[in-house]
């Protein structure tokens, strides 16, 4: 299976439009206001008209309150969930929705480490691997030692500083799922 591409904090029509046109199979829109790539309702509304089927649309929240999480779901039509804070699986599988959970590789010394924290979410549908950077909650450009990756049964999502320049290894190396 070919891996599949996620093209992540889309905040422009003509952004989405060439992810679409370069065949993106996912598309995350960021509902955190602390990220440069937040979009309000209104915006994501506007975005995601334009998202064809089987396009995957993505919300990425950070400890968000649970009715945020419902509202956006009640306000625009977003295919899956991407928790990138502190939220436990509990939280996560309340709303209904796949959802996935962002690993902070950043925070996680040896793949046993991460192996442990992987065993918290047990009914996550993926996992995003991320370095996660000193100030933000991923999306930092900053790549990590991915000799820590520990197994798992669960599709592998890589990122955190992928570029042109190392993407095609990273996909070699490990198979990812999706990048």
């Known amino acids: 299976m070919p891996t599949r591409i996620k093209i992540c904090g889309l905040t422009r029509a003509d952004d989405v439009q060439a992810a679409i046109d370069c065949g993106a199979d996912a598309l995350g829109f960021v509902f955190y206001d602390r990220s440069p790539r937040h979009v309000t309702l209104a915006q994501a509304e506007k975005l995601l008209v334009r998202v064809p089927p089987l396009v995957s ?20 039509p977003l295919d899956q969930l991407q928790f990138h804070g502190a939220e436990s699986a509990d939280y996560c599988r309340q709303f209904g929705r796949r959802w996935f959970k962002a690993v902070p590789m950043r ?24 370095a996660f950077g000193k100030a933000q909650m991923g999306g930092s450009g900053e790549v990590f030692d991915w000799s820590r990756l520990p197994p798992t049964d669960r599709p592998v999502i890589l990122a955190g500083g992928l570029h042109a320049g190392n993407v095609g290894d990273a996909i070699r190396r490990f198979r990812p799922f999706a990048v």
């Not at 649309?57 to 625009?76: I, K, N, Q, S």
């Open 57 to 76: 649309a993505v919300g990425l929240f950070v400890d968000a309150p649970a009715d945020t999480v419902r509202a956006t779901l009640a306000a625009v």
């Open 107 to 130: 925070d996680l010394p040896s793949a046993e480490a991460a192996a442990a924290w992987l065993a918290a979410y047990p009914d996550s549908s993926a996992f995003l691997f991320d």
